[in-house]
């Protein structure tokens, strides 16, 4: 089956650092990708859609300078948050779906948890 | 306004027993409906799609149903495991629209001995 990876799984940086996550598809291609936050014990929140060889969509509220999202082909999407602070210590996660099917599953990367300290 | 809901936020259940997890609706024009299946610390994994066509579909101890009347549908699991401990998320595709999924706030499940 398709197979998001995302790294890494964990990070810690210092406040004002700052941090890439990568998210590639194994085995299909992906022109659009999406990144997530989640804050303990609630769901999933859109950040961003990514797409291939364009700019990043934001959602509402989310700071594209803060959080640079560059989709350089069709298997890499990286999510860089810029100048960390310790609010943006969360569970980052980036999904995908097989190229050229809108409706077919997402597949998830098992996520990166960043602390900012 | 495009919304999914769902309830109960927290479930605690014992091992063994059933339970059924519900979401309720607004998006327009509803393309499809999946349930996500979230184990702590990772990412979401796919239990089951429910077209606009289908009022049940199961796989494994998970049975899903779709009113497409009402915007409702549930997931059913049987015979729970510890392994069942999970949040439970209900996202919904509509047909149009640039971002077209919409996801639910989750049901936090817990099954206990």
């Known amino acids: 089956g398709a197979v998001v990876s995302q790294h890494p799984s964990w990070v810690i940086c210092k406040s004002g650092t700052s941090v890439k996550i990568e998210c590639r598809s194994l085995?299909?291609?992906?022109?659009?990708m999406f990144w997530y936050r989640q804050f303990p014990k609630q769901s999933l929140m859109l950040m961003a859609t990514?797409?291939?060889?364009?700019?990043?969509?934001?959602e509402q509220g989310v700071e594209k300078d803060k959080f640079l999202i560059n989709h350089a082909s069709l298997t890499l999407s990286t999510l860089t948050v810029t100048s960390a602070h310790p609010e943006d210590s969360s569970f980052y996660i980036c999904s995908a779906r097989v190229l050229g099917s809108r409706n077919s599953p997402l597949h998830f990367g098992n996520g990166t948890r960043l602390t900012v300290t | 306004k495009n919304q999914v809901e769902q309830s109960p936020q927290s479930l605690i259940i014992l091992e063994g027993k059933n339970c059924t997890l519900q979401?309720?609706?607004?998006?327009?024009?509803?393309?499809?409906l999946r349930w996500y299946k979230q184990d702590t610390g990772r990412g979401p994994v796919s239990l089951t799609i429910?077209?606009?066509?289908?009022n049940t579909k199961s796989n494994g101890r998970y049975t899903a149903t779709l009113d497409a009347d009402t915007k409702q549908s549930s997931l059913h699991i049987t015979a729970s495991q510890l392994s069942d401990s999970a949040s439970y998320i209900c996202?919904?595709?509509?047909?149009?629209?640039?971002?077209?999924?919409?996801f639910g706030t989750g049901t936090r499940l817990t099954v206990i001995p």
């Open positions: 429910m077209t606009f066509s289908e």
């Open positions: 085995d299909f291609q992906a022109t659009t």
């Open positions: 996202v919904v595709s509509a047909q149009t629209g640039a971002n077209n999924l919409f």
């Open positions: 990514s797409n291939e060889g364009s700019k990043a969509t934001y």
């Open positions: 979401c309720n609706y607004t998006v327009s024009p509803f393309s499809n």
